[in-house]
């Protein structure tokens, strides 16, 4: 038997550290390139400006660097971004043509001395940037049963929550100062944890998952006013493609499902499909005489296997005064538990579906399941959040905040289009309801001949008979 002898094994320790190379630091000098060949950070830094006293040597420009490489890194919090650079600083800002990284204290007072007009102009550079970009060789669509084009546009809110530690507050000690009051306010929390929370619009193409922009605001939000910002923003779009706005079709829960938002979106001429919450539209009476009849359809839900019956009113108006809009109605028996979502009478829980879609290109079955699809909005907030946490806070104050969201769709957008690139995949066409058969006559059942009706042969005039009562008795039978 043969032994074998290993050699002795040496370990070299030096005193010098050697650093590894961040896991993202290919991707941000992928992203610098890009950027600079494309002319955005040039952009950025001759339309983006932002005047402070006390600004030392840095400009815009800079913090949008670190911005940016704090997107892409993934890194939790920015202290961890900060403490992984911190060897690699200079080649990090080299790559981007600036010498000197930022203090982290520094970015901090910069997104906080942020005014409303340096943020409209990041958000104005960021859409000409959409509408000139055209990253896939197509749009997408949704077509009808006519062969009719819709592009499809999710208009959701999405919200973020912030703790807050409990106070004692009596007259003996001042107000207390909130870091969040600034940029947050009470409102619905969801499923999130938190005392405050902050609410922002995002719009999203569906077919393509670009994200269109985003508006945020303190606690709820002013969806009003961010719906009315939104329809602009899509209406520009449209008019880039070249389509005209009755053919894109917004998504919309029931939050806008009163006639006043509705009808804002109706009258730029752009495409509805809504949940409704004006259930008073159930006592009108050509809602009532289409109840009473039979379904048009009956659906069911492949994942829950609920059964609804739905009910096509295709012309019912919004207000007294117009304008009409295609409602369909969705039925389905009563539970033990009230409703989630909808209005329950007499055991029956209905649900309305406020849409411009035409009949019967569009089904009723089609109209509810295309608004159920708005799913997959939450899809794609999900795996924003995962790859670049959109909703974690950059800053304590909305202007802050705001500047640095818009950043975090831009990536997003040019993350999507670089893919494309350097992995192009043809447009995939989904068959979203099955084509509708067409009922034939059997062969087996020949039509029957025609056949004429006998003559009728009249003789001549008579007189009536007289007859008696016995005889009356016995004809009546």
Not at 405 to 413: A, C, G, K
Not at 450 to 463: D, H, K, R, T
Request: charged fraction near 20%.
């Amino acid at each position: 038997m043969t032994s074998l002898t290993s050699s002795a094994v040496r370990i070299g320790i030096s005193p010098d550290t050697a650093p590894s190379i961040p896991s993202w630091f290919g991707e941000v000098a992928a992203f610098a390139q890009v950027l600079a060949h494309t002319g955005i950070l040039k952009a950025i830094q001759d339309q983006v400006r932002f005047a402070r006293a006390r600004f030392g040597h840095y400009e815009v420009i800079d913090f949008v660097t670190v911005l940016i490489g704090y997107i892409l890194s993934g890194e939790p919090t920015l202290l961890a971004f900060y403490e992984r650079l911190a060897p690699w600083a200079s080649p990090f800002m080299a790559l981007f043509g600036r010498d000197q990284l930022p203090h982290r204290s520094t970015l901090s007072r910069f997104l906080a001395a942020l005014n409303q007009s340096t943020v409209e102009a990041l958000r104005t550079l960021f859409q000409k940037d959409l509408l000139a970009r055209k990253p896939f060789p197509s749009p997408g669509g949704l077509f009808d049963r006519t062969d009719a084009e819709f592009l499809v546009v999710d208009v959701d809110g999405t919200r973020q929550a912030a703790r807050q530690r409990a106070l004692p507050q009596t007259d003996a000690l001042p107000a207390p100062h909130r870091r969040f009051e600034a940029v947050c306010a009470p409102g619905y929390q969801g499923r999130k944890r938190g005392e405050v929370v902050r609410t922002r619009t995002v719009l999203l193409q569906a077919h393509t998952h670009q994200f269109l922009g985003t508006f945020g605001n303190p606690g709820n939000g002013d969806y009003r006013g961010e719906l009315r910002r939104a329809i602009g923003v899509i209406t520009s779009y449209a008019t880039q493609l070249g389509l005209p706005p009755a053919s894109v079709l917004l998504r919309l829960d029931g939050l806008y499902g009163d006639a006043a938002p509705l009808i804002e979106v109706l009258t730029a001429g752009l495409g509805v499909l809504a949940r409704s919450r004006a259930y008073h539209l159930l006592d009108l009476e050509v809602v009532q005489r289409r109840l009473v009849c039979a379904p048009d359809q009956v659906s069911t839900h492949p994942e829950s296997g609920m059964m609804r019956a739905l009910y096509n009113c295709p012309a019912v108006p919004l207000t007294p005064t117009g304008p009409e809009v295609r409602l369909v109605v969705a039925t389905h028996d009563a539970t033990s538990s009230s409703p989630a979502v909808g209005v329950e009478r007499d055991g029956t829980v209905y649900e309305l579906f406020v849409s411009t879609l035409p009949s019967p290109a569009f089904t009723v079955s089609d109209v509810l399941d295309l608004y159920l699809h708005r799913g997959s909005f939450e899809t794609a907030l999900a795996d924003e959040d995962d790859e670049q946490g959109s909703d974690r806070w950059y800053s304590h104050t909305p202007c802050g905040q705001e500047f640095s969201q818009i950043l975090t769709q831009w990536v997003w957008n040019l993350r999507l289009e670089l893919g494309q690139q350097f992995s192009a995949a043809e447009l995939r066409t989904t068959e979203f309801a099955p084509a509708l058969e067409v009922e034939s006559a059997s062969k087996e059942e020949p039509a029957q001949a025609f056949e004429p009706a006998p003559s009728v042969m009249y003789g001549p005039p008579q007189w009536g008979v007289s007859i008696s009562k016995r005889e009356k008795c016995t004809l009546s039978r």
